[in-house]
């Protein structure tokens, strides 16, 4: 019993996001991260619902409060002992701002879940900062720490298939780099072509079953 209790308060996953679509489909994810013992924290970024601040449009100060967001809740939860993971589930524009984060000090393992990255109006949404992005993405794919879960579909609304498609090879290659160094599942790819941006279908089952398929591997 205690190291099931010391699993259940040792893990914890975060995440950040703004609209209402983006809330739920963030819910619909709660069942598969508490049957893998997680404490999830969600919250509203800095400007939004009742966060004090406002955004700096280029998700860069964003990511610095997902920092501190990050290293209060690990004390929270873990206390001194601190936790044994912690991932980061980012949707939309949340993805954007997870890449932002560095792994942890081990022993604590860092995950990020990717869904929907906003590859097409990225450049829009970050002020033009898009190569810094695709910089901060790229070093978490290449660490040999990084365990990166990546989920698109072919239907969304802002980022066309064959984008994807070209976009998730290029993060592969780069993979590759991670495994080599003895981190084969560096990362992980779920490509669904009924899927829209929203998941709100029958796709959310898929990308459920997909996610807590991956999180039992960490």
């Known amino acids: ?34 049957e893998h013992e997680y404490h999830v924290l969600r919250y509203n970024s800095r400007g939004v619902g009742t966060s004090s601040g406002r955004s700096s449009f280029t998700g860069i100060e964003e990511g610095k409060d997902l920092e501190a967001i990050v290293q209060w809740a690990v004390k929270e939860v873990g206390g001194d002992d601190g936790v044994d993971i912690v991932t980061i589930i980012g949707y939309s524009h949340g993805a954007l701002v997870a890449t932002l984060h ?13 869904l929907s990255y906003p590859l097409g109006p990225r450049s829009f949404l970050t002020l033009f900062k898009g190569s810094h992005y695709d910089q901060k993405l790229d070093e978490l794919i290449t660490d040999t720490k990084s365990k990166v879960f990546v989920a698109f579909g072919g239907r969304d609304e802002f980022t066309s298939f064959d984008r994807y498609k070209t976009w998730v090879e290029q993060l592969k290659s780069k993979a590759d780099t991670a495994a080599t160094q003895g981190n084969s599942e560096a990362l992980r790819v779920l490509s669904v072509p009924e899927a829209s941006h929203f998941w709100l279908d029958e796709s959310n089952d898929r990308l459920c079953a997909e996610l807590s398929s991956w999180l039992a591997s960490l």
């Open 1 to 34: 019993m205690c190291r099931v209790s010391s699993s259940f308060f040792s893990r914890l996953v975060l995440n950040a996001d703004v609209l209402t679509i983006r809330l739920i489909v963030l819910a619909s994810l709660l069942h598969v991260l508490h």
């Open 102 to 114: 560095p792994n942890l000090d081990l022993p604590t393992k860092t995950a990020f879940v990717l």
